[in-house]
Structure formats: C-alpha cells, structure tokens
C-alpha cells in the first residue's frame, strides 16, 4: 500500500512524515493490512512517497527511506505522475500567512480540488486533507463543532481560511459523488519543535486583548491524528471532519509570558468582541478516533521541553 504525502517541506509536513516512516516501518499501513496491499511494503519498499518541487529539499525523506516525486501541486502532469500506483492521498500543503490572496486560493483551493479530482483518475481510495480550525470564521458562545458551517469573519479571517472552507466543502462533495474516501482533519494553531510559529503569533497578538484565547495543537498531537485519520474505517471517519486541538486554549497574555515577552501596555484594558472565536471541540476526535492530546497544553509541551 502507497500513501502519496504533499507539503511534505512545510512546517506541519516536515514533522509528519517522518512520524508517518516510522509507524509504516512497523507494518502499520493505512486499512491496517501492515501498508503491503500490494506486496511493494514487504518487498522493502517504504510505502511513502513525498511530492516535492526541488528534489534536493526532498533528500531527507529520501534517507529516511521515502520515495521522492518532483514536481508542482499547481502542475497536472507531475500530480498524475506521483500519483501513480497511489492507493492514499494526504494533501498536508498550504501557502499560509504573507502570500498573496491569489496564491492563497490557488493552492489551498483550486490545487487541493485538482488533486484530489486526479486522485480520483488515478483509482486512489482515500483522501485526508488537512485543514484548519479558522473555517468556521465567527464564534458561536460555544466550543465550535465539525458540523458548524462556516460563518465568515473574525480577527484571523482572510484568504487563507476562506479557501481552505471552499476546498473542504467541494472535496467532501466529490467523495460523495464519486466514492472517494475523503476525510478532514483540521488542527488549531500549530506549535512546538523548534517552529517558529510560537514566536510569530506575538505579531498580531500584541494588539489583541489580553484574555483572548488561541486554541493550539502541538505538532506531535497534529501528526498522530493524521495517522488516526489514514488508518480510520471508512465506515467511521469517510466523509467527516475533525478537529485536532489541545485542550487548553491559551490567552494572549500566556503568549507573551511564554515567549518571554513583556505584556503591552493596555492588554488588560481590552475587551474581546467575541471571546469564542476560534474555539473548537476535539470531543469527535476523542470519541471516534480515540486520539488524545499527547501535550494537554503549551505548558505541558513546555515542562517536556517540547516547544
């Protein structure tokens, strides 16, 4: 069994695939019939391949023992040429912050339809696209559900979720109309392992109020929902969402104690407009997936050393 992983060099991709090495080194492939459906898994092959557009950049998976595909996620024939002998997709590449709004639907829009519509050509049997809790735009006085629909607005609205919220409406809509087994895993913000991401959120949230909040979800919890989601029945997670966050949500101000930095003056004399924007629920996750939160919190992952 071949898995084909895209975004591979990104920051989520980067710490998944060698996590996505290690569990198919131990047999463990996607259906759970040990990743070797096809014989190519126990005749020494790893089952991975990364699609990457500078072959070089894809030389650690390579010694790690993945298969490197070059080419463009924007460019038909180097998609239908890593997605040959594919039996599973797990579409992982985004242009996030600081590309133009055009790059930013190209690829998390258009590029993610198109793949998975190849997919679909090329005979692969299941789909796990990664998306991002800031789809569901607007908070509702609650935790945020997987069957919330998007309701656009909020400080971290923009280009970038409102594709992903695109993308993940038509790719749910071609699984059913085509049978493909699409599922969703859509993580909070993303942290921990040497990512600077920590570290950047003090850009814009120093103008925040001092008790908003920011779900989170550390790259390790990220990755073993990923493999929670690959493996997964078709007859429990094909077509449904899943959001993949900690279960603490951390204020502005933590931010800025975490990260060493003083607290602006002012924080505390703010108010949030709408304090349950961008929390979600990671009950679905817990009950069907049985995933849990390797780091409950950043204070956790901080203790572990793990930030």
């Given at each position: 069994?071949?898995?084909?992983?895209?975004?591979?060099?990104?920051?989520?991709?980067?710490?998944?695939v060698p996590r996505l090495l290690q569990?198919?080194?131990?047999?463990?492939?996607?259906?759970?019939?040990?990743?070797?459906?096809?014989?190519?898994?126990?005749?020494?092959?790893?089952?991975?391949?990364?699609?990457?557009?500078?072959?070089?950049?894809?030389?650690?998976?390579?010694?790690?023992?993945?298969?490197?595909?070059?080419?463009d996620l924007r460019e038909p024939e180097?998609?239908?040429?890593?997605?040959?002998?594919?039996?599973?997709?797990?579409?992982?590449?985004?242009?996030?912050?600081?590309?133009?709004?055009?790059?930013?639907?190209?690829?998390?829009?258009?590029?993610?339809?198109?793949?998975?519509?190849?997919?679909?050509?090329?005979?692969?049997?299941?789909?796990?696209?990664?998306?991002?809790?800031?789809?569901?735009?607007?908070?509702?006085?609650?935790?945020?559900?997987?069957?919330?629909?998007?309701?656009?607005?909020?400080?971290?609205?923009?280009?970038?979720?409102?594709?992903?919220?695109?993308?993940?409406?038509?790719?749910?809509?071609?699984?059913?109309?085509?049978?493909?087994?699409?599922?969703?895993?859509?993580?909070?913000?993303?942290?921990?392992?040497?990512?600077?991401?920590?570290?950047?959120?003090?850009?814009?949230?120093?103008?925040?109020?001092?008790?908003?909040?920011?779900?989170?979800?550390?790259?390790?919890?990220?990755?073993?929902?990923?493999?929670?989601?690959?493996?997964?029945?078709?007859?429990?997670?094909?077509?449904?969402?899943?959001?993949?966050?900690?279960?603490?949500?951390?204020?502005?101000?933590?931010?800025?104690?975490?990260?060493?930095?003083?607290?602006?003056?002012?924080?505390?004399?703010?108010?949030?407009?709408?304090?349950?924007?961008?929390?979600?629920?990671?009950?679905?996750?817990?009950?069907?997936?049985?995933?849990?939160?390797?780091?409950?919190?950043?204070?956790?992952?901080?203790?572990?050393?793990?930030?």
């Open positions: 069994m071949r898995v084909l992983v895209t975004g591979a060099t990104g920051r989520v991709g980067r710490r998944f569990w198919w080194g131990r047999g463990d492939g996607p259906y759970g019939d040990g990743g070797s459906g096809d014989g190519e898994h126990k005749a020494g092959g790893s089952g991975v391949r990364v699609l990457v557009r500078d072959r070089e950049r894809g030389a650690p998976f390579a010694a790690l023992g993945a298969e490197v595909a070059e080419g180097g998609v239908r040429a890593a997605l040959d002998g594919v039996q599973a997709v797990v579409n992982v590449a985004a242009a996030f912050r600081g590309v133009p709004d055009e790059e930013a639907w190209a690829v998390n829009r258009d590029a993610a339809i198109a793949l998975a519509r190849a997919a679909v050509a090329a005979g692969v049997s299941r789909f796990v696209q990664v998306g991002t809790n800031l789809v569901y735009g607007t908070g509702r006085g609650r935790p945020l559900t997987e069957d919330d629909p998007t309701v656009p607005g909020g400080a971290l609205w923009g280009a970038y979720p409102a594709a992903k919220a695109e993308a993940e409406e038509e790719l749910l809509r071609l699984g059913r109309e085509t049978g493909l087994d699409v599922r969703i895993g859509s993580p909070a913000f993303v942290y921990g392992e040497g990512d600077p991401h920590l570290a950047e959120v003090l850009r814009w949230a120093g103008d925040w109020p001092g008790n908003r909040r920011l779900a989170m979800v550390h790259h390790a919890d990220v990755a073993q929902g990923l493999l929670r989601l690959l493996r997964a029945p078709r007859a429990l997670a094909g077509g449904r969402r899943y959001n993949l966050v900690d279960d603490a949500p951390a204020t502005a101000v933590e931010l800025h104690l975490l990260n060493g930095a003083p607290v602006p003056a002012g924080m505390g004399e703010r108010l949030d407009d709408d304090p349950w924007y961008g929390i979600v629920s990671n009950a679905r996750a817990r009950d069907e997936l049985g995933w849990r939160p390797l780091y409950p919190s950043m204070w956790t992952a901080r203790d572990a050393g793990a930030l």
